[in-house]
C-alpha cells in the first residue's frame, strides 16, 4: 500500500496543502488568506435579475459578479426552504425546529420556470457549488447540505442514500437502516464511501455534529443579518481537504502554523482519535517545503513542458474551453524496440503522469490527449483500460472516451475550482533579461543595510534572514563569513537560510514568532 503525507505551508497571506504518495507530488492546493468564496459556504442572498432565456436567476452573494442559479439548482425542496426562511426571518425569537417544522409538500416541477419561483428582490437562501472561474460568477445550488467525513446531511430532505462504491449489498442496507433508525425527522442522508464498516457510534456522533452545524448558523437569520450575508463558512482548507482524503495510509501531516495545527489535530481526535499522533508541528529552520522536496517538484511540474520518463515528455496548453496534452517520445525514438513497442510503453508511462497532472493541476472541463500513433488495437485498448485504473481514486467526477481514430482521448473532469496557475519560469532580477549581471557584492550590500534597520530602527535583535540557497551560499562561504560579520558587527541573533522558492535577488526578513518584518521600501539600484 503507497503510504501519504501532508504537508500544509502557512503564510501571512496564503495557505498552501501539498499531497505526497511515496514522496512524489500528486495535489496542490494554494488559497489566499482572505479567500472570499469556498465550496460548501452558505449565504443569504438576494435575487438581482431573472433570465428567462436560460431558466435562471443572478443572485448577489457579495460578490463583484453576481452568482448564478440554474432553475435545476433550486432542488425540488425549495418551497419547503422558502418556507423556513420565511417563518425564521419573521418569528426573530426562536429558531423552528426542523423535526417538528412541517414542509411544504409542493415540490417545484422538475421542468418548471424561474420566473414562477423567483421574482427580483426576494430573499433567498444559496450554497456555493463552483467559485468563481474565469469571468464567471460563482454557481449556487439551494440543496443546502454538510458534508462530514462519513456522511453528507441535507435539510428538508427525508430520503437516505448510500455511495455506489460500496459494493456489498449487504453493507449498504445496514448502513441505510442503520441511518433511517438514527436520524432526526426531515433531514436527508448521503453515506459516503468512508462509512464502509463504521459502528453506529461513529456515524451517530458525527450526525448530531452536523445537525448541530444547521441549528448554529441558522440561528443568525434571527440577528436580521444584513444581504447578502455569510451564514456558514465552509471549514478550513486544509480541514476541508483532510476529510476528504483522510485514510489509513497517511502516515504524517506536517504543518508549520500552531494554531493550524491544534485545528487539524482536533478534527483528527474526532474522527481517527487512534492516529492523532500523526499530526506534527513542523519547528525546522529551512521552509517546510524546501524541507519535504515539494518546491522542487512544483517547479519541475507545472511548467509548460513536462518530462516523465527516459527523456519522454508533456506538453501541457490551457485555453478558456479546454486542455491540451500532446505526448512526445523525445530520445526514446532512436530505440531498437520497434516503433510500436516504444509508442506503447511511451503512452502508458505518459498515462502515469497525465493522471498525476490532471489532480495536481486540478485541471478540469475538457481535456483532449494526443498520445502517439499506435496501430494495434489491442495496445489501444490497454492504453484505455490503464488510463481508467490510474483516474478510478480521482476524487473528481471525471468520463473518459476510448482513443478515437484520429489517435486522441477524451476526457471530462469535474471543475469545482479554477484551474492552479503555477509559474515556474523566472525573470531574471538582476539583468531583467538583458544578459548582463552585476556584482554579487552589491546586493550583499543591500542585505547588510536591512539587517542594520532591523537591528537599530526596528529593534529586533533576534531574526532569520531568507534568501535564494545561492546567496545564501556566498553569505556562508569562508571561515571569517558575510553572516559571521554581520553578526559581530549587528546581531548574534541573525541567521541566513536557504528558500528555494525565493527569486535569486529576493529576500525576507522574519522574527522568531514567524512574522514578516515590515522595512521602509528604498528605490535601490544595484551598482558596483
Known amino acids: 500500500m503507497e503510504t501519504?503525507?501532508?504537508?500544509?505551508?502557512?503564510?501571512?497571506?496564503?495557505?498552501?496543502?501539498?499531497?505526497?504518495?511515496?514522496?512524489?507530488?500528486?495535489?496542490?492546493?494554494?488559497?489566499?488568506?482572505?479567500?472570499?468564496?469556498?465550496?460548501?459556504?452558505?449565504?443569504?442572498?438576494?435575487?438581482?435579475?431573472?433570465?428567462?432565456?436560460?431558466?435562471?436567476?443572478?443572485?448577489?452573494?457579495?460578490?463583484?459578479?453576481?452568482?448564478?442559479?440554474?432553475?435545476?439548482?433550486?432542488?425540488?425542496?425549495?418551497?419547503?426552504?422558502?418556507?423556513?426562511?420565511?417563518?425564521?426571518?419573521?418569528?426573530?425569537?426562536?429558531?423552528?425546529?426542523?423535526?417538528?417544522?412541517?414542509?411544504?409538500?409542493?415540490?417545484?416541477?422538475?421542468?418548471?420556470?424561474?420566473?414562477?419561483?423567483?421574482?427580483?428582490g426576494d430573499e433567498i437562501m444559496v450554497q456555493i457549488a463552483k467559485e468563481p472561474i474565469s469571468t464567471k460568477g460563482p454557481r449556487l445550488t439551494s440543496e443546502i447540505s454538510f458534508a462530514g467525513r462519513y456522511i453528507v446531511v441535507i435539510p428538508f430532505g427525508d430520503k437516505v442514500s448510500v455511495s455506489q462504491k460500496i459494493k456489498s449489498n449487504e453493507e449498504r442496507v445496514r448502513l441505510k437502516q442503520l441511518i433511517l433508525s438514527i436520524k432526526p425527522k426531515n433531514f436527508g442522508v448521503i453515506v459516503r464511501t468512508?462509512?464502509?464498516?463504521?459502528?453506529?457510534?461513529?456515524?451517530?456522533?458525527?450526525?448530531?455534529?452536523?445537525?448541530?452545524?444547521w441549528e448554529d448558523n441558522m440561528s443568525k437569520l434571527l440577528k436580521s443579518p444584513k444581504i447578502p450575508s455569510l451564514l456558514y463558512e465552509e471549514t478550513g482548507r486544509a480541514v476541508a481537504l483532510l476529510r476528504d482524503i483522510f485514510n489509513p495510509s497517511f502516515e504524517h501531516i506536517y504543518i508549520n502554523d500552531e494554531p493550524v495545527y491544534n485545528e487539524v489535530r482536533d478534527y483528527v481526535s474526532v474522527i481517527a482519535p487512534d492516529r492523532v499522533n500523526i499530526v506534527e508541528l513542523y519547528k525546522g529552520e529551512l521552509p517546510i517545503y524546501d524541507n519535504y522536496a515539494v518546491t522542487?517538484?512544483?517547479?519541475?511540474?507545472?511548467?509548460?513542458?513536462?518530462?516523465?520518463?527516459?527523456?519522454?515528455?508533456?506538453?501541457?496548453?490551457?485555453?478558456?474551453?479546454?486542455?491540451?496534452?500532446?505526448?512526445?517520445?523525445?530520445?526514446?525514438?532512436?530505440?531498437?524496440?520497434?516503433?510500436?513497442?516504444?509508442?506503447?510503453?511511451?503512452?502508458?508511462?505518459?498515462?502515469?503522469?497525465?493522471?498525476?497532472?490532471?489532480?495536481?493541476?486540478?485541471?478540469?472541463?475538457?481535456?483532449?490527449?494526443?498520445?502517439?500513433?499506435?496501430?494495434?488495437?489491442?495496445?489501444?485498448?490497454?492504453?484505455?483500460?490503464?488510463?481508467?485504473?490510474?483516474?478510478?481514486?480521482?476524487?473528481?467526477?471525471?468520463?473518459?472516451?476510448?482513443?478515437?481514430?484520429?489517435?486522441?482521448?477524451?476526457?471530462?473532469?469535474?471543475?469545482?475550482?479554477?484551474?492552479?496557475?503555477?509559474?515556474t519560469d523566472e525573470v531574471c532580477p538582476v539583468c531583467l533579461g538583458k544578459g548582463e549581471i552585476q556584482s554579487s557584492f552589491a546586493f550583499t550590500g543591500i542585505l547588510e543595510k536591512k539587517v542594520q534597520e532591523v537591528v537599530q530602527n526596528l529593534k529586533v535583535k533576534k531574526f532569520r534572514?531568507?534568501?535564494?540557497?545561492?546567496?545564501a551560499a556566498f553569505v556562508k562561504q569562508g571561515f571569517m563569513s558575510l553572516q559571521t560579520k554581520w553578526k559581530l558587527k549587528y546581531s548574534w541573533g541573525l541567521k541566513v537560510i536557504p528558500d528555494q522558492s525565493l527569486g535569486f535577488l529576493d529576500y525576507r526578513l522574519f522574527d522568531l514568532d514567524k512574522n514578516e518584518l515590515e522595512l521602509k521600501e528604498e528605490s535601490e539600484t544595484l551598482s558596483t
Do not use: W
Open 465 to 471: 534572514l531568507y534568501v535564494h540557497p545561492y546567496i
Open 194 to 213: 468512508s462509512a464502509e464498516g463504521r459502528r453506529v457510534v461513529e456515524l451517530d456522533t458525527e450526525l448530531k455534529t452536523l445537525v448541530k452545524r
Open 296 to 423: 522542487k517538484q512544483l517547479k519541475s511540474g507545472f511548467g509548460r513542458t513536462v518530462s516523465f520518463k527516459n527523456g519522454a515528455y508533456l506538453i501541457i496548453e490551457h485555453t478558456e474551453a479546454m486542455h491540451v496534452i500532446d505526448v512526445n517520445s523525445g530520445n526514446r525514438s532512436k530505440s531498437n524496440t520497434g516503433q510500436e513497442n516504444t509508442a506503447t510503453d511511451v503512452n502508458l508511462s505518459a498515462a502515469d503522469e497525465i493522471a498525476r497532472q490532471l489532480r495536481l493541476r486540478d485541471m478540469g472541463g475538457i481535456i483532449v490527449v494526443d498520445f502517439i500513433d499506435m496501430s494495434e488495437a489491442d495496445n489501444r485498448q490497454k492504453l484505455y483500460d490503464h488510463m481508467r485504473t490510474l483516474m478510478a481514486n480521482d476524487r473528481a467526477r471525471h468520463n473518459i472516451l476510448p482513443i478515437s481514430k484520429f489517435g486522441l482521448m477524451q476526457i471530462t473532469r469535474q471543475r469545482v475550482r479554477p484551474i492552479l496557475d503555477f509559474t
Open 4 to 120: 501519504s503525507e501532508l504537508v500544509i505551508d502557512v503564510q501571512t497571506k496564503e495557505v498552501s496543502i501539498a499531497v505526497l504518495e511515496d514522496n512524489k507530488l500528486v495535489e496542490f492546493q494554494k488559497e489566499p488568506c482572505n479567500m472570499s468564496y469556498s465550496v460548501g459556504d452558505v449565504y443569504l442572498g438576494r435575487v438581482k435579475k431573472l433570465m428567462p432565456g436560460l431558466n435562471a436567476a443572478f443572485v448577489d452573494v457579495g460578490y463583484k459578479k453576481d452568482a448564478f442559479l440554474h432553475y435545476q439548482d433550486l432542488g425540488v425542496r425549495f418551497n419547503s426552504l422558502k418556507q423556513f426562511l420565511k417563518a425564521t426571518i419573521s418569528d426573530k425569537k426562536k429558531l423552528p425546529p426542523l423535526g417538528r417544522f412541517v414542509p411544504n409538500v409542493t415540490e417545484i416541477p422538475k421542468e418548471g420556470s424561474i420566473a414562477d419561483v423567483l421574482k427580483v
